[in-house]
């Protein structure tokens, strides 16, 4: 299982399009092939930070993904909004604690 971990600055007056943009998409890319989970997250000291968590099955999936129109028209929008560039980590978990 790959964990990708995208670390993204907004304009701090662009945060609601962004907002928009991602809640027209996150479906899409949940019903994505192997796609196992998608997660939005706010920093709460710095509300224009965002980061997503996905769960894919590997590299292949993410990749297939990342090659979609899906990925590519819902990227140009978001990359417009942003105020400091994006942070991206593929990952995997190799312990869990519950």
């Given at each position: 299982?790959?964990?990708?971990?995208v670390?993204?600055t907004?304009?701090?007056?662009k945060?609601?399009n962004?907002l928009?943009i991602?809640?027209?998409s996150?479906?899409k890319?949940?019903?994505?092939?192997?796609?196992h989970?998608?997660?939005?997250?706010?920093?709460?000291?710095?509300?224009?930070?965002?980061m997503?968590y996905s769960?894919w099955?590997?590299?292949?999936?993410?990749n297939?993904y990342r090659?979609s129109e899906?990925?590519?028209t819902?990227?140009?929008?978001?990359?417009?909004?942003?105020?400091?560039?994006?942070?991206?980590?593929?990952v995997?978990r190799?312990?869990e604690?519950?």
């Open positions: 299982m790959l964990i990708r971990i670390r993204m907004f304009q701090p007056e945060v609601a962004f928009d991602f809640n027209q996150k479906d890319i949940r019903a994505r092939a192997g796609c989970r998608l997660e939005l997250l706010r920093d709460l000291d710095q509300p224009n930070v965002y997503t769960y099955d590997d590299v292949q999936a993410l297939d090659d899906l990925f590519k819902t990227w140009a929008k978001t990359k417009i909004l942003f105020s400091d560039k994006p942070v991206a980590y593929s995997e190799l312990e604690l519950l």
